[in-house]
């Protein structure tokens, strides 16, 4: 997992730079981290992510709501991102568009080059995501001197 501590409350939040780095791939048009807009749609008291003492005298987190960052900071618990993916453009039914001209003409695609973006965008996601963690684990590593503990 990710270790605490990885992030910043502003600026360099780690939310924000994963948010940022998925947002940078072609077709993406949303990301949420936890509960994302669910959020919004729930109670205060339904979203809170609860914490006792563990067995180990660490802090232990009752639920993952936040996705495993609050105030731009890891928790140490597991980050949960998701993106959505919007369909292709080059579609075999006939489009409206406008020429150089800016006269209306109808366009047809003719062959699929990208039937499914969303096939391929996953593991793309998944090494944005890495990536955007990489960078924050070397950041705090070159702040502090600890790997990340």
Same mark, same amino acid.
Do not use: W
């Given at each position: 997992?990710?270790?605490?501590?990885?992030?910043?409350?502003?600026?360099?939040?780690?939310?924000?730079?994963?948010?940022?780095?998925?947002?940078?791939?072609?077709?993406?048009?949303?990301?949420?981290?936890?509960?994302?807009?669910?959020?919004?749609?729930?109670?205060?008291?339904?979203?809170?992510?609860?914490?006792?003492?563990?067995?180990?005298?660490?802090?232990?987190?009752?639920?993952?709501?936040?996705?495993?960052?609050?105030? @731009? =900071?890891?928790?140490?618990?597991?980050?949960? %991102?998701?993106? #959505?993916?919007?369909?292709?453009?080059?579609? &075999?039914?006939? *489009?409206?568009?406008?020429?150089?001209?800016?006269?209306?003409?109808?366009?047809?695609?003719?062959?699929?080059?990208?039937?499914?973006? @969303? =096939?391929?965008?996953?593991?793309?996601?998944? %090494?944005?995501? #890495?990536?955007?963690?990489?960078?924050?684990? &070397?950041?705090? *590593?070159?702040?502090?001197?600890?790997?990340?503990?």
């Amino acid at each position: 997992g990710v270790p605490p501590g990885l992030g910043a409350p502003i600026y360099a939040k780690l939310d924000q730079d994963i948010a940022s780095g998925l947002m940078s791939i072609n077709a993406v048009k949303g990301v949420e981290i936890g509960n994302g807009f669910e959020a919004a749609r729930i109670t205060g008291e339904q979203n809170a992510d609860e914490m006792r003492m563990g067995n180990d005298g660490k802090p232990v987190f009752l639920s993952n709501n936040a996705g495993g960052i609050l105030g @731009g =900071i890891s928790t140490g618990q597991p980050i949960v %991102a998701r993106f #959505a993916v919007k369909p292709t453009s080059s579609i &075999l039914t006939p *489009r409206k568009s406008i020429d150089k001209d800016g006269k209306d003409v109808e366009v047809m695609t003719k062959g699929r080059h990208d039937p499914c973006v @969303g =096939i391929r965008a996953v593991p793309i996601g998944e %090494a944005m995501v #890495a990536c955007a963690i990489a960078d924050h684990y &070397l950041r705090h *590593r070159g702040q502090t001197g600890k790997g990340g503990e």
